[in-house]
């Protein structure tokens, strides 16, 4: 199991429309680093929660029932810059090239890998 050490507490989003995996998210890499976990079921919770806390990463879920975690990014963008992994049952090549184009530094397919995710988080935010 990955471990890291940071100076300050890393500020995380998930936005899921899930509830238990927001917790089951928030649960498996609480012991991992310092990170406060806001959760946001869908684009709306998420924008207002984006407008509140300027988060340091982003867990976005791709399928957000009727939205989608693409728009969302896109949103979120054209607010200033951030950073988000994308959550996804989805890897088919057009899949993985819209999560990038559209600004995801990384995706995540799931079934979820915890050491996977919380490797990918720390290649994002630079810990050794």
């Known amino acids: 199991m990955a471990v890291c050490t940071t100076l300050a ?3 995380v989003l998930i936005v899921d429309d899930d509830a ?4 089951l998210l928030a649960r498996c890499l609480h012991g991992m680093c310092d990170f406060t976990f ?21 867990l976005i879920d791709i399928g957000l029932g009727d939205e989608s975690g693409v728009d969302l990014l896109k949103q979120l963008l054209e607010s200033g810059p951030c950073r ?13 090239n819209a999560y990038k184009e559209a600004g995801f ?3 995540i397919i799931k079934p979820i890998d ?3 995710l919380m490797s990918t988080m720390r290649d994002i935010l630079g810990f050794a």
């Open 9 to 11: 507490r890393v500020r």
């Open 114 to 116: 915890a050491d996977r």
């Open 38 to 58: 806001t959760g946001a079921d869908g684009f709306d919770s998420a924008m207002a929660a984006a407008r509140e806390t300027k988060f340091d990463l982003m």
């Open 105 to 107: 530094a990384g995706w």
């Open 20 to 23: 238990d995996t927001r917790k």
């Open 84 to 96: 988000a992994v994308a959550l996804t049952g989805y890897d088919s090549d057009s899949d993985i």
